[in-house]
């Protein structure tokens, strides 16, 4: 069974512009989770989106957004670039979802963005 | 909200000794406990969870972990460290009332030879 794939893995990009990141799930899962992960803030979550329907927001601008089709597929976009953005940003995927706190998620390798 | 706390951002030991890693956790509800494992440039893996059964939870590669609700921790161990367990270590809480996980700011663990 193929894991949680991310394209693309590295990603180099300049203040302003803006990015768009994809995830596949494992095949079946129908709940894709996104984190962001830096040195100085850890892990923090994003979103999750159930089928095509975002469930839950983190704390996040709205420059940070989010979609999933109805292959189970996600993507996340950010907009208007800042320095700070730099992060991995590892994506995850549930068979359930993150509703009922129990379900196991299953993470891909990541994106790397850096923002110059 | 449910939060967790990892007491040592990086943890030494040398092949073959006790590993121990510390979590403690908030949660106004039973939660859920999860351990993962992250490797250089990779995803994370989940070492084990906890949701209410048993107490003590085995995992994959020899760890544990105890769920201790007086103690609010749930701390992650292994009995001797081997070389390729070098990695960071997250402990991790949810509970049936919120639609997030929250994660702990991870434990680096060096291996001696």
């Known amino acids: 069974k193929a894991g949680v794939t991310q394209t693309p893995r590295y990603l180099i990009k300049t203040r302003g512009q803006q990015v768009t990141l994809s995830c596949s799930p494992i095949?079946?899962?129908?709940?894709v989770s996104w984190y962001q992960q830096t040195p100085g803030q850890g892990l923090q979550f994003l979103f999750e989106y159930f089928s095509e329907t975002q469930r839950n927001k983190g704390n996040f601008p709205g420059r940070f957004s989010g979609r999933q089709f109805s292959n189970s597929r996600s993507e996340m976009n950010v907009s208007t670039l800042e320095l700070g953005d730099s992060a991995l940003y590892l994506c995850?995927?549930?068979?359930?979802?993150?509703?009922?706190?129990?379900?196991?998620?299953?993470f891909g390798p990541g994106t790397r963005l850096t923002v110059l | 909200a449910q939060s967790v706390t990892q007491l040592g951002s990086h943890v030494s030991v040398s092949e073959g000794a006790l590993v121990l890693l510390r979590c403690n956790y908030s949660s106004s509800v039973p939660p859920y406990l999860f351990w993962y494992v992250q490797y250089p440039n990779q995803g994370l893996q989940l070492l084990l969870k906890?949701?209410?059964?048993?107490?003590l939870v085995k995992g994959i590669n020899g760890f544990e972990a105890e769920f201790k609700k007086s103690e609010t921790s749930f701390h992650l161990t292994k009995p001797s460290a081997h070389m390729s367990d070098a990695a960071e270590y997250f402990c991790?809480?949810?509970?049936?009332?919120?639609?997030?996980?929250?994660f702990g700011a991870g434990t680096r663990l060096t291996v001696k030879p």
């Open positions: 095949s079946g899962h129908r709940s």
């Open positions: 906890y949701t209410s059964a048993a107490t």
């Open positions: 995850a995927s549930s068979r359930q979802g993150l509703a009922g706190g129990r379900n196991e998620q299953f």
């Open positions: 991790a809480v949810s509970d049936r009332n919120n639609n997030d996980m929250r």
